[in-house]
T-cell receptor, first 113, second 115 residues
Framework: NAGVTQTPKFRVLKTGQSMTLLCAQDMNHEYMYWYRQDPGMGLRLIHYSVGEGTTAKGEVPDGYNVSRLKKQNFLLGLESAAPSQTSVYFC????????????FGAGTRLSVL | AQSVTQPDIHITVSEGASLELRCNYSYGATPYLFWYVQSPGQGLQLLLKYFSGDTLVQGIKGFEAEFKRSQSSFNLRKPSVHWSDAAEYFCAVGARVGYGNKLVFGAGTILRVKS
């Protein structure tokens, strides 16, 4: 049972480059989320999706775009990376019903030079 | 707006000693409350959750937490800490957003265990 899988695990970018982070879940969850984790700030929600084809902004959406073309996948894109986007990125997913317990991937560590 | 405060950035305890990690939240309605643990280089693992009912909830790895509405607190406890408990702990409150919930996290508490 893979759960939530994030690729890649590590990436180094130069300022201005673009990249896409992939999140895949095999639990048939309706909801998916992207967070960033920075020291001393906990996790902050970037974007989330309540279903295939729908996305919405979280707390810190600037500089990121997302797409949910398939229920099991949630993509996070950086069009023009900036050093401020150096962070650890976590994807999570949950069912729609109930209190939405979220299950997390192992994270992607991104450095922007 | 919802918020979570974890007052202690770092805590060091001796192996075998008891542990309490503090968490205070701000939320207008009845909250969903969670504790997650993150080992170095790993993702977040759910330790326990409070939805309703009994205010003392049991979790995995021998952890428990008590919901106190009057104090807006959800403190995490363990009677005897093991070296493997060294990790970062996050308290979170589930906040309604659209048709679902999002989690608002505290800044985390890093637990060090000394032998």
């Amino acid at each position: 049972n893979a759960g939530v899988t994030q690729t890649p695990k590590f990436r180094v970018l130069k300022t201005g480059q673009s990249m896409t982070l992939l999140c895949a879940q095999d639990m048939n969850h309706e909801y998916m989320y992207w967070y960033r984790q920075d020291p001393g700030m906990g996790l902050r929600l970037i974007h989330y999706s309540v279903g295939e084809g729908t996305t919405a902004k979280g707390e810190v959406p600037d500089g990121y775009n997302v797409s949910r073309l398939k229920k099991q996948n949630f993509l996070l894109g950086l069009e023009s990376a900036a050093p401020s986007q150096t962070s650890v990125y976590f994807c999570a997913s949950s069912y729609r019903e109930g209190a939405n317990i979220q299950y997390f991937g192992a994270g992607t560590r991104l450095s922007v030079l | 707006a919802q918020s979570v405060t974890q007052p202690d950035i770092h805590i060091t305890v001796s192996e075998g000693a008891s542990l309490e990690l503090r968490c205070n939240y701000s939320y207008g309605a009845t909250p969903y409350l969670f504790w997650y643990v993150q080992s170095p280089g790993q993702g977040l693992q759910l330790l326990l959750k409070y939805f309703s009912g009994d205010t003392l909830v049991q979790g995995i790895k021998g952890f428990e937490a008590e919901f106190k509405r009057s104090q807006s607190s959800f403190n995490l406890r363990k009677p005897s800490v093991h070296w493997s408990d060294a990790a970062e702990y996050f308290c979170a409150v589930g906040a309604r957003v659209g048709y679902g919930n999002k989690l608002v996290f505290g800044a985390g508490t890093i637990l060090r265990v000394k032998s």
